[in-house]
């Protein structure tokens, strides 16, 4: 498994969660990596993204309430979420790939992928 995620669980709607995503595969420091969830039902869409210089990026939906990071001694990748609501109920994946593309949060982009981490927000 060349990415895996960890943290996710059932919360109460506007609490925290961090994700965790430890890579074997990817340096997360040079690499392109991203978070993407998929709810049941729906396509995956992109949440966060950062590239090799830090620069982040985020969709609408969640700017002021989440936060992409990285830790290069840990090669581990975040996600740090507050205040919680019940639309940020899905599986959240992990995602990277070596080369930057015109578009941040385009699943598609991505070679490298975890298995996944539940978020349920009641």
């Known amino acids: 498994v060349q990415l895996v995620e960890s943290g996710g669980g059932s919360v109460e709607a506007g609490a925290s969660l961090r994700l965790s995503c430890t890579a074997s595969i990817l340096t997360v420091s040079s690499a392109y990596m991203a978070w993407f969830r998929q709810a049941h039902g729906s396509e995956r869409e992109g949440v966060a993204a950062i590239d090799r210089d830090d620069s982040t990026t985020y969709a609408d939906s969640v700017k002021g309430r989440f936060t992409i990071s990285k830790d290069s001694a840990k090669n581990t990748l975040y996600l740090d979420m507050h205040n919680l609501q019940p639309d940020d109920t899905a599986m959240y994946y992990c995602?990277?790939?070596?080369?930057?593309?015109?578009?941040?949060?385009?699943?598609?982009?991505?070679?490298?992928w975890g298995q996944g981490t539940q978020v349920t927000v009641s």
């Open positions: 995602a990277g790939r070596r080369s930057p593309w015109f578009t941040a949060l385009s699943a598609g982009t991505y070679a490298y």
